[in-house]
């Protein structure tokens, strides 16, 4: 017969599983009800928040609301700081001054900090942990410290279809056009032509698209594979299912075709 000991530490871990599946269906609960929709807007009054677009739980920073409009089908992760103005509580007139095109994801942790107008145009992306801010202090008197120090701000825009990478920093004054791609923990000022790709500290234009060349310098890598048409979403479900032997028989069936 199994001893006292073997029978209470079966108990016991049976308890801490038990425990361990209720704490996180509580905490997946938690994340349903308090994400912020259209239908559920929690403490906001934000001047627009498009049909299907979604705030996960737990909201960074978010004040200004009431100047803040968020388009259609975004996708703002957790931790994401959202505001408009230096401060909440402020009266600041009668236009927005932070816009989300439609199709906007927003990546954890990042911060987008509006005190005049900022636009981000319609299916932008960012990585986690991505800056963008109108407001810089400055360090004009050299006996004050900066952060003490009045701020210049400047209105930034970021074009429709654009592709911010991790950690990227979008400062005062940045104007980036459509589809511009910026690689991770670059610095961006100043303007960048559409479809562009920047990168460094300060960002620096290390890629281009030439309508008659295509891109130059030429990509170092084949450009995806789409998928065939007429391929049904319940096929490509059954994909993670096959095995390597099948998907390399199918792949010559395409090739053969």
Same mark, same amino acid.
């Given at each position: 017969?199994?001893?006292?000991?073997?029978?209470?530490?079966?108990?016991?871990?049976?308890?801490?599983?038990?425990?361990?599946?209720?704490?996180?269906?509580?905490?997946?609960?938690?994340?349903?009800?308090?994400?912020?929709?259209?239908?559920? $807007?929690?403490?906001?009054?934000?001047?627009?928040?498009?049909?299907?677009?979604?705030?996960?739980?737990?909201?960074?920073?978010?004040?200004?609301?009431?100047?803040?409009?968020?388009?259609?089908?975004?996708?703002?992760?957790?931790?994401?700081?959202?505001?408009?103005?230096?401060?909440?509580?402020?009266?600041?007139?009668?236009?927005?001054?932070?816009?989300?095109?439609?199709?906007?994801?927003?990546?954890?942790?990042?911060?987008?900090?509006?005190?005049?107008?900022?636009?981000?145009?319609?299916?932008?992306?960012?990585?986690?942990?991505?800056?963008?801010?109108?407001?810089?202090?400055?360090?004009?008197?050299?006996?004050? $410290?900066?952060?003490?120090?009045?701020?210049?701000?400047?209105?930034?825009?970021?074009?429709?279809?654009?592709?911010?990478?991790?950690?990227?920093?979008?400062?005062?004054?940045?104007?980036?056009?459509?589809?511009?791609?910026?690689?991770?923990?670059?610095?961006?000022?100043?303007?960048?032509?559409?479809?562009?790709?920047?990168?460094?500290?300060?960002?620096?234009?290390?890629?281009?698209?030439?309508?008659?060349?295509?891109?130059? $310098?030429?990509?170092?890598?084949?450009?995806?594979?789409?998928?065939?048409?007429?391929?049904?979403?319940?096929?490509?479900?059954?994909?993670?299912?096959?095995?390597?032997?099948?998907?390399?028989?199918?792949?010559?069936?395409?090739?053969?075709?």
């Amino acid at each position: 017969m199994p001893s006292n000991q073997n029978v209470f530490s079966s108990l016991a871990a049976w308890r801490r599983r038990a425990v361990s599946r209720a704490v996180h269906r509580g905490v997946r609960w938690v994340r349903q009800a308090a994400a912020v929709t259209a239908e559920r $807007p929690g403490p906001y009054r934000f001047r627009r928040l498009g049909a299907g677009a979604r705030l996960a739980f737990p909201q960074g920073t978010v004040f200004g609301d009431p100047w803040i409009e968020i388009g259609e089908h975004c996708i703002i992760a957790q931790d994401v700081t959202l505001t408009a103005g230096m401060m909440p509580d402020l009266d600041l007139g009668p236009d927005p001054i932070l816009t989300l095109g439609n199709g906007v994801v927003l990546g954890r942790g990042s911060h987008v900090i509006a005190d005049v107008r900022l636009t981000i145009g319609d299916d932008c992306f960012f990585g986690p942990g991505v800056y963008v801010t109108t407001t810089n202090h400055s360090y004009d008197d050299p006996e004050v $410290p900066v952060g003490k120090q009045w701020p210049r701000t400047d209105p930034v825009s970021i074009g429709s279809g654009s592709w911010i990478g991790t950690g990227a920093v979008i400062l005062p004054g940045a104007r980036l056009g459509r589809n511009v791609v910026v690689a991770a923990g670059a610095v961006v000022r100043g303007e960048v032509p559409d479809h562009a790709v920047v990168a460094g500290a300060p960002a620096r234009v290390v890629r281009s698209w030439d309508p008659e060349a295509g891109w130059q $310098p030429p990509l170092r890598t084949p450009a995806p594979v789409p998928i065939p048409e007429g391929v049904t979403p319940e096929q490509l479900l059954a994909l993670e299912g096959w095995e390597p032997e099948e998907a390399a028989a199918t792949d010559g069936a395409y090739e053969a075709s």
